[in-house]
């Protein structure tokens, strides 16, 4: 039988679609599930990929398949260039271990514990900017945003508080997603051996960062923190399976995996929904209300956060229309024939959330902000945290964070965003605010 081969935008014969890739890679997919369907077929050069754009052809990729695919795809060839092998890029049975020792870091029970190290967080954080409401200064609320998610999780996963470094961490991480994201668009890189200019800037803020990670595992060492946290469980740890322990170099990669994964997506959903909420005030009034009539003036508890359901449906819609893993790649180990289409071993497959959240089939005017979807939870085309086995580790995590973090924010302080910001969508590893989010403050209280 003829294996039918998927619609194709137009593209270059030797390049295929690399141009348009690299200079408008949202509007390139947005446009081509607009004009072919729902499975659709790239070229980069000589590699081929699929985004697939139907939540059925996900669950056949992660879920019903997910034998016929696995995580050696490109964009984890990138990210292990910052993380090595770890509980994001690992595969198989490397892959289980590594999830079977993490997992109960973020049962319900140990993210209760969290609740109040985020609010501790957010205080400081908005005491800090009461000083500079007075001064008038203008901040960038996303890179606020990025500081303070990296400080929560300096206390909540290794129990430290990682002021002094944020800044540098920020730099540092910011070099590093920015070089693994310009290799991913490329088809031709120099080996990250070679000292061109690019890899040796990428080496030293990954030194940087090691630096800090090694800081961090010594102190540990020397004095053993009473509240078990990441490190003490991934140092302390023996799979149950295998009895194994896990190396320096291991704890190394799980360390900087967590570090980047959990602070850099929550910061990036939280400036989004920030963005989103100066621009729909009547939003914001309804996050606000909704704090002061849980908690009065305390700062949130764990048990506050069913209560705070409309700065969860915000954050939920600003996810959906912003997510900030708006790719997922995988590497086909077996072919597999999707919507009717071939889809070729040795392959890649995209999952975009960003068109899949804007499915005109799946959702009622798409482009709009309206937190109100989100009362309703059975909501099919929504893969924010991805999905089935590789599901996002850190999401009850995240969804708690923004329940306090923003409402935290609202309560205290209004914003006048600085004129003329484009509020475009950056892609990079993760789906940034192109040009951040400038305002000035005005405290409320
Ligand atoms: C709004 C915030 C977040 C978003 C949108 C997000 C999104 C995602 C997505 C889509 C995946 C699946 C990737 C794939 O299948 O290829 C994922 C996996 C992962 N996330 Fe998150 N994430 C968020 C927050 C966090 C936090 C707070 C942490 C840690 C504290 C975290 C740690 C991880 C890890 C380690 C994985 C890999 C899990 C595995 O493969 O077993 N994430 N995340």
């Given at each position: 039988?003829?294996?039918?081969?998927?619609?194709?935008?137009?593209?270059?014969?030797?390049?295929?679609?690399?141009?348009?890739?690299?200079?408008?890679?949202?509007?390139?997919?947005?446009?081509?599930?607009?004009?072919?369907?729902?499975?659709?077929?790239?070229?980069?050069?000589?590699?081929?990929?699929?985004?697939?754009?139907?939540?059925?052809?996900?669950?056949?990729?992660?879920?019903?398949?997910?034998?016929?695919?696995?995580?050696?795809?490109?964009?984890?060839?990138?990210?292990?260039?910052?993380?090595?092998?770890?509980?994001?890029?690992?595969?198989?049975?490397?892959?289980?271990?590594?999830?079977?020792?993490?997992?109960?870091?973020?049962?319900?029970?140990?993210?209760?514990?969290?609740?109040?190290?985020?609010?501790?967080?957010?205080?400081?954080?908005?005491?800090?900017?009461?000083?500079?409401?007075?001064?008038?200064?203008?901040?960038?609320?996303?890179?606020?945003?990025?500081?303070?998610?990296?400080?929560?999780?300096?206390?909540?996963?290794?129990?430290?508080?990682?002021?002094?470094?944020?800044?540098?961490?920020?730099?540092?991480?910011?070099?590093?997603?920015?070089?693994?994201?310009?290799?991913?668009?490329?088809?031709?890189?120099?080996?990250?051996?070679?000292?061109?200019?690019?890899?040796?800037?990428?080496?030293?803020?990954?030194?940087?960062?090691?630096?800090?990670?090694?800081?961090?595992?010594?102190?540990?060492?020397?004095?053993?923190?009473?509240?078990?946290?990441?490190?003490?469980?991934?140092?302390?740890?023996?799979?149950?399976?295998?009895?194994?322990?896990?190396?320096?170099?291991?704890?190394?990669?799980?360390?900087?995996?967590?570090?980047?994964?959990?602070?850099?997506?929550?910061?990036?959903?939280?400036?989004?929904?920030?963005?989103?909420?100066?621009?729909?005030?009547?939003?914001?009034?309804?996050?606000?209300?909704?704090?002061?009539?849980?908690?009065?003036?305390?700062?949130?508890?764990?048990?506050?956060?069913?209560?705070?359901?409309?700065?969860?449906?915000?954050?939920?819609?600003?996810?959906?229309?912003?997510?900030?893993?708006?790719?997922?790649?995988?590497h086909v180990i077996a072919e597999d024939e999707i919507g009717g289409y071939h889809i070729p071993k040795g392959s890649g497959v995209i999952i975009s959330p960003y068109t899949l959240h804007r499915h005109p089939a799946f959702w009622e005017e798409p482009e709009l902000f309206?937190?109100?979807?989100?009362?309703?939870?059975?909501?099919?085309?929504?893969?924010?945290?991805?999905?089935?086995?590789?599901?996002?580790?850190?999401?009850?995590?995240?969804?708690?964070?923004?329940?306090?973090?923003?409402?935290?924010?609202?309560?205290?302080?209004?914003?006048?965003?600085?004129?003329?910001?484009?509020?475009?969508?950056?892609?990079?590893?993760?789906?940034?605010?192109?040009?951040?989010?400038?305002?000035?403050?005005?405290?409320?209280?």
């Amino acid at each position: 039988m003829k294996r039918r081969i998927a619609p194709s935008p137009p593209g270059s014969p030797i390049t295929g679609h690399l141009n348009r890739l690299r200079n408008d890679v949202l509007g390139l997919l947005t446009d081509a599930t607009r004009e072919h369907g729902d499975v659709i077929r790239f070229r980069v050069g000589p590699l081929v990929m699929h985004l697939v754009n139907h939540p059925d052809h996900v669950a056949q990729v992660m879920i019903r398949n997910r034998k016929n695919y696995d995580k050696a795809s490109r964009s984890s060839d990138c990210l292990a260039l910052i993380c090595g092998e770890s509980l994001l890029t690992a595969n198989g049975d490397v892959w289980r271990q590594r999830r079977r020792i993490i997992q109960p870091m973020f049962h319900r029970a140990a993210v209760e514990g969290f609740v109040t190290s985020i609010a501790t967080c957010t205080q400081e954080m908005l005491d800090a900017w009461s000083v500079k409401a007075k001064a008038s200064e203008a901040v960038d609320l996303a890179s606020e945003m990025m500081r303070l998610t990296f400080r929560v999780v300096g206390r909540c996963l290794f129990g430290v508080d990682l002021e002094k470094e944020a800044g540098a961490v920020e730099e540092a991480m910011h070099v590093m997603v920015m070089h693994t994201y310009r290799r991913w668009r490329s088809i031709l890189n120099a080996p990250p051996s070679w000292p061109t200019p690019g890899n040796l800037r990428f080496r030293c803020a990954v030194a940087e960062v090691d630096e800090i990670i090694a800081g961090l595992i010594a102190r540990q060492r020397v004095q053993p923190p009473a509240t078990p946290n990441l490190l003490t469980m991934l140092t302390g740890s023996r799979d149950a399976e295998s009895g194994l322990g896990l190396s320096d170099a291991e704890v190394r990669n799980e360390a900087i995996t967590f570090l980047l994964a959990g602070h850099e997506t929550t910061a990036n959903g939280l400036a989004w929904a920030l963005f989103l909420l100066d621009r729909h005030p009547e939003h914001a009034e309804r996050v606000r209300t909704e704090l002061d009539q849980a908690c009065g003036g305390r700062l949130p508890e764990f048990a506050d956060l069913p209560q705070l359901s409309h700065a969860l449906h915000v954050f939920e819609e600003s996810v959906r229309l912003y997510p900030p893993i708006w790719a997922m790649e995988r590497h086909v180990i077996a072919e597999d024939e999707i919507g009717g289409y071939h889809i070729p071993k040795g392959s890649g497959v995209i999952i975009s959330p960003y068109t899949l959240h804007r499915h005109p089939a799946f959702w009622e005017e798409p482009e709009l902000f309206r937190p109100e979807r989100f009362e309703r939870r059975d909501h099919e085309a929504y893969y924010p945290f991805g999905a089935g086995p590789r599901f996002c580790i850190g999401s009850e995590f995240a969804l708690a964070e923004a329940r306090v973090i923003l409402p935290m924010i609202l309560r205290r302080f209004c914003f006048v965003a600085e004129p003329g910001q484009s509020g475009e969508p950056e892609p990079g590893i993760t789906l940034r605010l192109k040009d951040g989010f400038r305002v000035r403050l005005e405290e409320r209280l």
